[in-house]
Nanobody
Framework: QVQLVESGGGLVQPGGSLRLSCAAS????????IGWFRQAPGKEREGVSC????????????RDADFAKGRFNISRDNGKRTAYLHLYNLVPEYTAVYYC?????????????????WGQGTQVPVSS
């Protein structure tokens, strides 16, 4: 069955960087889009970035939320069946649980309802 497992979360200081990973199994990875989402304490889950199924590190194959531009970078390695989210210059307001999600599609969108399968999430506290 479809399975997504996030890793790489943990405490990071303001101004620091982190790379989150999303390891996939149970489906044809290169035919599924990947989205990264976050849920801060007391807030609704929201989209961060997504990447088309067929693109690897292609600028025109990704979409980012406005707040993510310049601080987040999504990529994927279809050979390793893994997607990544690089977080840069973090601030405490970015403390959240980060989730990856997937669905069988060619081009990605950031709407939560677009995605069928979700990982369990990885926590990223940003604090000094």
């Amino acid at each position: 069955q479809v399975q997504l497992v996030e890793s790489g979360g943990g405490l990071v200081q303001p101004g620091g960087s982190l790379r989150l990973s999303c390891a996939a199994s149970g489906f044809d990875f290169d035919k599924y889009i990947i989205g990264w989402f976050r849920q801060a304490p007391g807030k609704e889950r929201e989209g961060v970035s997504c990447i088309d199924s067929h693109d690897v590190n292609a600028e025109d194959g990704t979409r980012d939320a406005d707040f993510a531009k310049g601080r987040f970078n999504i990529s994927r390695d279809n050979g390793k069946r893994t997607a990544y989210l690089h977080l840069y210059n973090l601030v405490p307001e970015y403390t959240a649980v980060y989730y990856c999600a997937t669905v069988f599609r060619w081009y990605c969108e950031l709407g939560l309802n677009e995605y069928s399968f979700w990982g369990q999430g990885t926590q990223v506290p940003v604090s000094s």
